[in-house]
């Protein structure tokens, strides 16, 4: 079956550590993206990559970095830069940006 | 900049029909899409709308106005499990990007 992955599920991180999470896509989609979710809060957007070695910053890179090496794989790192890492990744893969599949997420939290 | 407003709360009882409507100002504008999010899970897509007017799929219709920069999801015959957060989203250009609104939470009451 065709979708997105996203591992872990949940993820603890120590102040001070950089967390990477994976995410991986068989659809064969071009986009990839990366969201945050808050408590009651919509998606923001963190950085997106259209092509495969190429990617743009969303509204909230700061603290965050990604990688685009392969089509099929968009990991996301959370660096110790990042004040307040903790909540909830999304990773979505789309076809020019019409309809976005997403992953699962990953449950980030700073202990 | 760019923004999408939507309610963030909208009560129905169920079988009947309720509107969630979306305003956006982006710098461009290639479509509008609507997403729904159950409690704990992750959103899944429910309709897209590159023109405007009308798109239908089973009990859920949406529409757009590029002119007025206004769209709106329309659900039919509620039922309890749609009780769920719907979120507006826009492709703004050529990029691929896209851009979320805060989200609508739909109440469902029996």
């Known amino acids: 079956d065709g979708g997105i992955t996203q591992s872990p599920k949940y993820l603890f991180r120590k102040e001070g550590q950089n967390v990477t999470l994976s995410c991986e896509q068989n659809?064969?989609?071009?986009?990839m993206y990366w969201y945050r979710q808050d408590p009651g809060q919509g998606l923001r957007l963190i950085y997106y990559?259209?092509?495969?070695?190429?990617?743009q910053k969303g509204d909230i890179a700061e603290g965050y970095s990604v990688s685009r090496e392969k089509k099929e794989s968009f990991p996301l790192t959370v660096t110790s830069a990042q004040k307040n890492p903790t909540a909830f990744y999304l990773c979505?893969?789309?076809?020019?940006?019409?309809?976005?599949?997403f992953g699962q997420g990953t449950r980030l939290t700073v202990v | 900049g760019q923004s999408l407003e939507q309610p963030s709360e909208v009560t129905a009882v169920e079988g009947a029909i309720v509107q969630i409507n979306c305003t956006y100002q982006?710098?461009?504008?290639?479509?509008l899409s609507w997403y729904q999010q159950h409690d704990g899970g992750a959103p899944t897509f429910l309709s897209y709308?590159?023109?405007?007017g009308l798109e239908e799929t089973g009990r859920f219709s949406s529409f757009l106005s590029r002119s007025d920069s206004y769209g709106y999801l329309l659900l039919q015959e509620l039922q309890m499990k749609d009780s769920a957060s719907y979120f507006c989203?826009?492709?703004?250009?050529?990029?691929?990007?896209?851009?979320f609104g805060k989200g609508t939470r739909l109440h469902i009451l029996p």
């Open positions: 979505a893969s789309s076809i020019r940006g019409r309809e976005a599949f």
């Open positions: 659809l064969n989609h071009d986009a």
């Open positions: 990559s259209q092509i495969v070695n190429d990617f």
């Open positions: 982006t710098s461009g504008f290639y479509g």
């Open positions: 709308n590159g023109l405007d």
């Open positions: 989203a826009v492709s703004p250009g050529t990029d691929d990007k896209i851009i």
